[in-house]
C-alpha cells in the first residue's frame, strides 16, 4: 500500500525567503508524485507533477521539486516567497495501473509573514 | 469551458436525512472521483470510477453510493446522514495516468 507523510502540518516564513515543504512517500512499486495548492475556502490546483524524465520539476508559480528515489522523498521548494503564496499544500502519489488513484498527505500550510 | 463542478457549493442537513451531491466534468474525462477533506486529514479517496456505468470502491466508501450513468457525471450519495459524514466534499475528474482536476468543493453539515 502507498502511503504519503507531510512532516510539517505548519511552516512560517518570512516574505522573500525561500521554502522547501517535505514530502516522503512510500510504494512497492513505480509512482507518479503530484503537489496540489489549495488557497482557502478553494478546491484544489496543480503546481507540478513527475511522471517520469528529469527529477527536477518546474512548476506555476516559480515553484519546483525534485524527485529522489533513493530517498523516496518529493520535496517543494521555492527561492523566494510572496505573501500570494500563504495556502495549503498537499503532496499526493499515485501508481502505474494502478486506476490513477491518489494518496494524499496530510498537508502543510504555508503562512507567509511580513 | 466550465472544467469540474459540483452541486450544491452548502447543504445543512439532520441526522437520517438523505441527499445527492452532483459532480459534472466538460472535459471528456473517464475518471471520476469524490474525496472528502477533514481537517488534519488531508484528502481521502470515497469512491471512483473508471469509466461510464464503473463505480469502485475507495479507501472511506461505508455510509455513501455513488453512480455513474453518464460520462460526464459523477452523484455521489447518501442515504442516511450521519454527523461524521460534516466534511469537505471534492469531486475530481482525470483522464488515465495523468493529474487530477477538482471542482470547488461542497461543504456539508449534519446536525
Known amino acids: 500500500a502507498q502511503s504519503v507523510t507531510q512532516l510539517d502540518s505548519q511552516v512560517p516564513v518570512f516574505e522573500e525567503a525561500p521554502v522547501e515543504l517535505r514530502c516522503n512517500y512510500s510504494s512497492s512499486v513505480s509512482v507518479y508524485l503530484f503537489w496540489y495548492v489549495q488557497y482557502p475556502n478553494q478546491g484544489l490546483q496543480l503546481l507540478l507533477k513527475?511522471?517520469?524524465?528529469?527529477?527536477l520539476v518546474k512548476g506555476i508559480n516559480g515553484f519546483e521539486a525534485e524527485f529522489n528515489k533513493s530517498q523516496t522523498s518529493f520535496h517543494l521548494r521555492k527561492p523566494s516567497v510572496h505573501i500570494s503564496d500563504t495556502a495549503e499544500y498537499f503532496c499526493a502519489v499515485s501508481y502505474t495501473g494502478g486506476g490513477n488513484k491518489l494518496t494524499f498527505g496530510t498537508g502543510t500550510q504555508l503562512k507567509v509573514e511580513l | 469551458n466550465a472544467g469540474v463542478t459540483q452541486t450544491p457549493k452548502f447543504r445543512v442537513l439532520k441526522t437520517g436525512q438523505s441527499m445527492t451531491l452532483l459532480c459534472a466534468q466538460d472535459m471528456n474525462h473517464e475518471y471520476m472521483y469524490w474525496y472528502r477533506q477533514d481537517p488534519g486529514m488531508g484528502l481521502r479517496l470515497i469512491h471512483y470510477s473508471v469509466g461510464e456505468g464503473t463505480t469502485a470502491k475507495g479507501e472511506v466508501p461505508d455510509g455513501y453510493n455513488v453512480s455513474r450513468l453518464k460520462k460526464q457525471n459523477f452523484l455521489l450519495g447518501l442515504e442516511s446522514a450521519a454527523p461524521s459524514q460534516t466534511s469537505v466534499y471534492f469531486c475530481?475528474?482525470?483522464?488515465?495516468?495523468?493529474?487530477?482536476?477538482f471542482g470547488p468543493g461542497t461543504r456539508l453539515t449534519v446536525t
Open positions: 475530481a475528474s482525470s483522464n488515465f495516468e495523468y493529474e487530477q482536476y
Open positions: 513527475y511522471l517520469s524524465g528529469s527529477t
